[in-house]
């Protein structure tokens, strides 16, 4: 059985500061790995995804993850945060070959929280 | 182009009465998921629809959920005898059914059990 583990419930920052959002994860299987995010009063979506590959992968706004296999990680970091980026992060495991990316399995969420 | 819909948006009911959870995926999306997501608990896993069938319910928490989907697009989950622990934001995303593409969510419908 998969399982995602987020250490940290929240996380306070002030803006400009670098932020690391952690995520570990449990498989006996190969995996896909996300991190979605939900924005005050929106639906969840996606923010990065890893399939293959490159084992780092950037989003548009200039979040970034780098899947580690051996620490079975998948930490989420950027360097300058800006109060827009204040939200829940959810990492998120599926099983390669499960389908339509499997059922995707979810930590508990990270809420950040970004001060000016 | 329109995104999922969920309906109704908050829902109060009474313990021991019924409720219907209404999602209306992205036109063409084939697979669809419903989530429960209870506070401090993250997103659990419910049921998982590709076209009108259930691949996997493992994640239904007990025979008083259910969920169906009709025509291959909307579907509907329902709680029956609700009890206050069923109080969460129920969650329902769809998509094409391709490995590469993500998952789009509803905002969800907040249901309080009182």
């Known amino acids: 059985a998969q399982s995602v583990t987020q250490l940290d419930s929240q996380v306070p920052v002030f803006e400009e500061a670098p932020v690391e959002l952690r995520c570990n994860y449990s498989?006996?299987?190969?995996?896909?790995l996300f991190w979605y995010v939900q924005y005050p009063n929106q639906g969840l979506q996606l923010l990065l995804k890893y399939l293959s590959g490159s084992t780092l992968v950037e989003s548009i706004n200039g979040f970034e993850a780098e899947f580690n296999k051996s620490q079975t990680s998948f930490h989420l970091r950027k360097p300058s945060v800006h109060i827009s980026d204040t939200a829940e992060y959810f990492c998120?495991?599926?099983?390669?070959?499960?389908?339509?990316?499997?059922?995707?399995?979810f930590g508990k969420g990270t809420k950040l929280s970004v001060k000016p | 182009g329109a995104g999922v819909s969920q309906s109704p948006s908050n829902k109060v009911t009474e313990k021991g009465k019924d409720v219907e959870l209404r999602c209306d995926p992205i036109s063409g999306h084939t697979a669809l998921y419903w989530y429960r997501q209870s506070l401090g608990q993250g997103l659990e896993f419910l049921i998982y629809?590709?076209?009108?069938?259930?691949?996997?319910k493992s994640g239904l928490p007990s025979d008083r959920f259910s969920a169906e989907r009709t025509g291959g697009s909307v579907s509907t989950l329902t709680i029956q005898r609700t009890q206050q622990e069923d109080s969460a934001v129920y969650l329902c995303?769809?998509?094409?059914?391709?490995?590469?593409?993500?998952?789009?969510f509803g905002n969800g419908t907040r249901l309080t059990v009182t």
């Open positions: 998120a495991v599926s099983e390669k070959g499960g389908g339509s990316q499997g059922n995707l399995i």
């Open positions: 995303a769809s998509t094409p059914g391709t490995v590469n593409s993500p998952l789009h």
């Open positions: 629809f590709q076209g009108n069938s259930a691949p996997d």
């Open positions: 498989s006996s299987v190969s995996v896909y």
